[in-house]
Each structure stands twice: as structure tokens, then as C-alpha cells.
């Protein structure tokens, strides 16, 4: 059974940062990318980085976070990561991790539960 | 970018309705979109791939077509646990990003 366990997450003020954590169980993680998306309090979706399978050597970034956040993996722990710098407001959000399917670009077929970021003085 | 657009925003429907969901892209993005559901307080979970494939464990009564700018999602006889929020997510254009549309609502009448 696949799985995604969050952890992380929490009160961060204005300026400062927050890491992320995501566990992956029941799938050969290296082999596949993923994805972190968030939603903020009664919004939608929105996706804000992905990195490739493998070594991770392919990170990609929506324009808000882009020299904020960092995305990365160890494949070692089965662990997916978000460091996120330089909080503003607007990224209070719950983040998802999220798994993409076999091909890349891809849908998401498993999501974590999510974790709660607050960025807030 | 590529722009999602869902319609309507909210649905008001009776159990043992059908629905009909709308989502368009503002390019062509061939049968690359998903559908997801999203019940209060769960993270989204993934209906249909490919505008037309059921993921697995999906009940036949939820049907995804469409393909280039223009897709629908049917749910033939709505049932309780299909009241929730629905979006479309394209993953064609790619870098630079995925887009989601901004969901429809499927409220009971």
C-alpha cells in the first residue's frame, strides 16, 4: 500500500523558515518524481515544485517561491523534502507531497495528508 | 502558462442526479488532464488520468471525456460521498508547471 506521511510544518513569522518532510512507503521511491502542492485557506490547488526521479538532478519551481524554496530528495530514507526561506504571508497554506504516476509529466496518484504552514508575527 | 477554467463554480444537485463538470484549457493540452475529488479536512484524491481512465478503486458511475481544450466529468447517480469539490489539472505543458483549475463545488439541493 502506497503511503505519504508528512511531517513538519507549523508557525513561522514573516522572514523566516520551515522544512518539510515527506516519508514514502510501498513504492520504489527513486523511481519516481514528485511534487509538493498547496491550498490556502479556502482556496484551490496549487502547484509549487516538483523534482525529477532519480537523483533529483531536475528541480523545478512556480514563480512565487522561485529563490525562496528548495526541493529535494534521499532516496536513501525514502524521503522527500521542502525547505521553505523567506516566508511571506501568502504562503500560509496546508502542503500536500504528492506522487507523480509512471510517466513524467504526470497526474498525481498518491497525496500525503497534508501539513499546515502559518506565516504569521 | 496554461489557464484551467472549471464550470459551474457550485453545483446543486439531488442524490440519484447526474452531474456534469466542465473544465477547459486556454491551449490544447491533448488528454493530459486529471480529475480529483477533495472532501473537507482529506487531501485531493485522484479520479481519472488521461481524461478518460479511472484510477483504481474509482466506481464505474464517475466518467471522464474530452480531449485538446474542452473536458467533462459525469457522475452518473450521485451518491452521498460524492458531494465534495472537484478540479481539473492539466500536465501537458511541462516545464514550466502544472495548473489546476479552481474546482467546482457539488453541494446537495
Known amino acids: 500500500e502506497v503511503q505519504l506521511l508528512q511531517s513538519g510544518g507549523g508557525l513561522a513569522q514573516p522572514g523566516g523558515s520551515l522544512r518539510l518532510s515527506c516519508t514514502a512507503s510501498g513504492f520504489t521511491f527513486s523511481d519516481y518524481a514528485m511534487s509538493w502542492v498547496r491550498q490556502g485557506p479556502g482556496k484551490g490547488l496549487e502547484w509549487v515544485s516538483a523534482i525529477s526521479r532519480g537523483s533529483g538532478i531536475g528541480t523545478y519551481y512556480t514563480d512565487s517561491v522561485k529563490g525562496r524554496f528548495i526541493i529535494s530528495r534521499d532516496n536513501s530514507k525514502n524521503a522527500l523534502y521542502l525547505e521553505m526561506n523567506n516566508l511571506r504571508d501568502d504562503d500560509t497554506a496546508v502542503y500536500f507531497c504528492?506522487?507523480?504516476?509512471?510517466?513524467?509529466?504526470?497526474?498525481?496518484?498518491?497525496w500525503g495528508q497534508g501539513s499546515l504552514v502559518t506565516v504569521s508575527s | 502558462e496554461i489557464v484551467m477554467t472549471q464550470s459551474p463554480a457550485t453545483l446543486s444537485l439531488s442524490p440519484g442526479e447526474r452531474a456534469t463538470l466542465s473544465c477547459r484549457a486556454s491551449q490544447g493540452i491533448i488528454s493530459n488532464l486529471a480529475w480529483y475529488q477533495q472532501r473537507p479536512g482529506q487531501p485531493p484524491r485522484l479520479l481519472i488520468y488521461s481524461a478518460s481512465t479511472r484510477a483504481t478503486g474509482i466506481p464505474a458511475r464517475f466518467r471522464g471525456n474530452g480531449s485538446g481544450t474542452d473536458f467533462t466529468l459525469t457522475i452518473s447517480s450521485l451518491q452521498s460521498e460524492d458531494f465534495a469539490v472537484y478540479y481539473c489539472?492539466?500536465?501537458?505543458?511541462?516545464?514550466?508547471?502544472?495548473?489546476f483549475g479552481q474546482g467546482t463545488k457539488l453541494e446537495i439541493k
Open positions: 489539472q492539466q500536465y501537458n505543458n511541462w516545464p514550466p508547471g502544472y495548473t
Open positions: 504528492a506522487k507523480e504516476g509512471p510517466h513524467s509529466p504526470d497526474h498525481f496518484d498518491f
